[in-house]
Antibody, heavy 118, light 107 residues
Framework: QVQLVQSGAEVKKPGSSVRVSCKASGGTLSSYALSWVRQAPGQGLEWMGGIIPFFDTPNYEQKFQGRITITADKSTNTAYMELSSLRFEDTAVYYC???????????WGQGTLVTVSA | DIQLTQSPSFLSASVGDRVTITCRASQDINSYLAWYQQIPGKAPKLLIYSASTLQSGVPSRFSGGGSGTEFTLTISSLQPEDFASYHC?????????FGQGTRLDIK
């Protein structure tokens, strides 16, 4: 059974950067889509971007372009999402999700709370 | 970007009720639509993919329908564990947008 384990909660200051990791066990990341989705407090889900590690070419939601970097390390079966120039409104739970053979996100990490606070 | 609009945003219902949630896309997304259930504090859970295919292990009281721009999620007989939030997501084209969510509460 595929499990995704994310790094722990972070508190960051405005203008700084955060990197969240997502390590897969019980299955590979390499040939599946890996997405990053966030959820601000009391809000809906927001797709931020994704990558298929085998092809190593990420796709990003336009609103994050220039601030987000998604990478994957095939050797350690770990994906990363780095968000820079943090703003108060980036406070959210960040999830990674891996697709199944269907192409849809079946496996989800537990979520990482990122709090942006002065 | 493709916009997804869910309705209603809030729904109050009783155990045993049949409920339907609608997701409308701003353009044709074929059948590239998923439905997720989310319990507060937990990650989303995939219920339905390709608009109408039930994910393995999901109870048969959940069903999905539609294609093109209009889609539905139906729960045929609500159970206590179904009171949660529901989200649709399109995977027709990047960015893979979500609807704003529907919160289902106990009446």
């Amino acid at each position: 059974q595929v499990q995704l384990v994310q790094s722990g909660a972070e508190v960051k200051k405005p203008g700084s950067s955060v990197r969240v990791s997502c390590k897969a066990s019980g299955g590979t990341l390499s040939s599946y889509a890996l997405s990053w989705v966030r959820q601000a407090p009391g809000q809906g889900l927001e797709w931020m971007g994704g990558i298929i590690p085998f092809f190593d070419t990420p796709n990003y939601e336009q609103k994050f372009q220039g601030r987000i970097t998604i990478t994957a390390d095939k050797s350690t079966n770990t994906a990363y999402m780095e968000l820079s120039s943090l703003r108060f409104e980036d406070t959210a739970v960040y999830y990674c999700a891996r697709s199944a053979d269907s192409g849809y996100d079946l496996y989800w990490g537990q979520g990482t709370l990122v709090t942006v606070s002065a | 970007d493709i916009q997804l609009t869910q309705s209603p945003s809030f729904l109050s219902a009783s155990v045993g009720d049949r409920v339907t949630i609608t997701c409308r896309a701003s353009q044709d997304i074929n059948s590239y639509l998923a439905w997720y259930q989310q319990i507060p504090g937990k990650a989303p859970k995939l219920l339905i993919y390709s608009a109408s295919t039930l994910q393995s292990g999901v109870p048969s009281r959940f069903s999905g329908g539609g294609s093109g721009t209009e889609f539905t999620l139906t729960i045929s007989s609500l159970q206590p564990e179904d009171f949660a939030s529901y989200h649709c997501q399109q995977l027709n084209s990047y960015p893979y947008t979500f609807g704003q969510g529907t919160r289902l509460d106990i009446k």
